[in-house]
């Protein structure tokens, strides 16, 4: 699913770049002796602490409660630092980056995963384009495991569905964007377009998608929609786009499925006889590069003289993917 998350007071941003747990990569050497409020300042490499993991970082566990390969134990002031060195390294706008006090309630006092993006957030630049907009409308964290797959495998984890949050206030409106062939989605008839209402757990727990105001509820929520386990079967209550519609209920099991990159590519046929390329991907991912080169080889042999090209929701990936695509199309 695509990295969104609830929170209970500002809707999420996404960013092309990836934090997942407590970082991965690069060697970890010791953590200094520097405080919570010396994360505001300039850390050093980001390797010092990576895969230092808070003890109730989930994702740094097996199912048994071991830490997993290349994790140990840290804490929430050792996370925070990694993202933040790390943005210092890899953001953009990093100039933009403004002072965070990590000590805050909103970090600390609330479930792990909800405060480290709350953190994370915390950094994005608060810049706004001529228009009002945020300068920076596509960053978003998510779980190394989920990347690896997405970015190297072309698998997702979840139950075939990206959803997006449009307005993250209560009362919520959150939307099925995108539902994946062949997933457990595609087979119960989820459409784009409906609108999430409510889920029960496994546990039989019912929550209120649009008003739940519980921070318990919405840290289960980001749990069960955005990281669920395989085989995790929850409800979904969903109203169609057609108000006159009445809710569906429908039960979906999380699972891995098959994500290809190139979501369509085709050719169109003007009236006054000119070819058009469409071609719609969603990740610049280590899958997508055979299938972009035969997609844009078929699109020059039948002689097309403009493409479309469609990245309403890709989430990124290799830059020099990119830089691949744009000569291809030259």
């Not at 071609?279 to 055979?290: A, D, K, M, R, Y």
């Not at 299938?291 to 990936?317: H, S």
Request: include cysteine; hydrophobic fraction near 35%; charge should be negative.
């Amino acid at each position: 699913m695509k990295a969104t998350h609830f929170t209970l007071t500002a809707v999420s941003a996404l960013l092309a770049t990836v934090l997942a747990g407590c970082g991965g990569g690069g060697g970890a050497g010791g953590v200094g002796t520097r405080s919570l409020s010396d994360a505001t300042g300039d850390l050093g490499a980001s390797a010092q602490y990576a895969n230092q993991c808070a003890v109730d970082n989930t994702l740094a566990h097996s199912s048994s409660g071991d830490w997993l390969e290349g994790y140990r134990k840290g804490s929430r002031q050792t996370e925070q630092q990694f993202i933040r060195a790390y943005m210092q390294e890899s953001y953009l706008w990093y100039a933009d980056m403004p002072q965070v006090n990590g000590q805050l309630p909103e970090y600390l006092q609330v479930g792990h995963e909800e405060g480290m993006q709350n953190y994370f957030r915390a950094l994005l630049s608060p810049k706004l384009t001529v228009r009002g907009a945020r300068k920076d409308r596509f960053s978003f964290a998510m779980p190394t495991a989920e990347w690896k797959a997405s970015s190297q495998a072309g698998t997702a984890s979840g139950y075939g569905v990206d959803l997006g949050i449009l307005k993250n206030e209560v009362p919520r409106d959150v939307r099925v964007l995108v539902v994946h062939e062949g997933t457990p989605a595609a087979q119960q008839g989820v459409s784009r377009g409906d609108m999430l209402v409510a889920v029960t757990t496994a546990s039989g727990k019912r929550i209120d998608v649009v008003n739940t105001q519980d921070a318990a509820e919405v840290e289960e929520l980001n749990r069960v929609l955005f990281s669920a386990n395989d085989g995790e079967k929850t409800g979904f209550e969903l109203k169609p786009v057609d108000a006159a519609q009445p809710n569906r209920q429908t039960v979906l099991s999380a699972g891995e499925y098959q994500k290809p990159p190139v979501q369509t590519a085709s050719v169109i046929t003007t009236d006054d006889g000119a070819k058009i390329g469409y071609l719609q991907f969603n990740g610049f991912t280590l899958p997508v590069e055979s299938q972009l080169f035969k997609a844009v080889t078929d699109m020059k042999n039948q002689q097309v003289q403009d493409v479309v090209v469609d990245l309403r929701y890709n989430g990124g990936g290799y830059l020099y993917q990119s830089a691949q695509l744009a000569y291809m199309l030259s």
